[in-house]
C-alpha cells in the first residue's frame, strides 16, 4: 500500500498557525482513528507528539493539535515558535497492511 | 528513567545479514509491543513490523516479510531485527519503537518511546 501523502514543505512566521494535511484511503486514515504526528528534528530521532488524531503524550504543548475529515488528517501548531521547525510525519494504521507514514513535511518558521 | 538502547553502526556488504539488538529499561518489557521503522537517508519512516515480547506474536510489512525476523530475549530485555539479503538500498538508520499502550491486546501503533537509532551502511 502506499505512503500517505504530504505536502514537502510549510512555513510560518514566529506567533502564527500553520496546518499540515495528511491524506490517506478509506483503507487507512478514513477508516481508523489510529492516526498519530511525529516531530523530527534534524540528526534527531522522532518524537511522538500526537496520537489516536488529536491526543497529546504528557508534555506536548497544546500548540499542537490534531483532526481527520474523511480521509485525511490535519496537525496544527499554533503560536509558532522557531524550534518548531522540524520534520512532521503522519502515520495511520492501515488494517492488515500494518502501519503506513507520510513522507513526511519540512516546516520552516520564517 | 524509559529507554531503548540500540547497537551501535556497522557497514555491511551486499547479499549479508544484518541484526539489530534494543534493549529495554525502565520499563515492564513484556508490557508494551515494540516496532521497527527504519528511514534512509534523507527520505521519510518506513514501519517494518511488529513483536509482542510476551507473547512473541509478531507481524510483518508485506515488502519485508521474505527478508526480516523479529525475535526477543525476555530474560535480558531485548529485542532483536534480523534482515537478510542486505541491498545497497537497506542503507539507513534503524530504530526499535515502543508502542504507548501497556498489555493491550493488539498494538495500537502510536510510536511513543525510541530508541537511539543504528545507522547501517550496505556497500561493496
Redesign the interface.
Known sequence: QSALTQPPSASGSPGQSVTISCTGTSSDIGTYNYVSWYQQHPGKVPKLILYEVGRRPSGVPDRFSGSKSGNTASLTVSGLHADDEADYFCSSYAGNSGLLFGGGTKLTVL | QVQLVQSGAEVKKPGASLRVSCEASGYTFTGYYI?W?RQAPGQ????M??INPNSGGR????QFEDRVTLTRDTSIRTAYMDLSSLRSDDTAVY?C?RD?EEWAQYP?????V????MLVTVSS
Do not use: D, M, P, T
Open positions: 516496532h521503522v521519510g519512516l518506513e514501519w513490523g511488529w507481524k510483518y510489512a508485506q530504530y519503537a504507548r495500537y501503533f502510536f510510536l511513543e525510541w530508541g537511539q537509532g
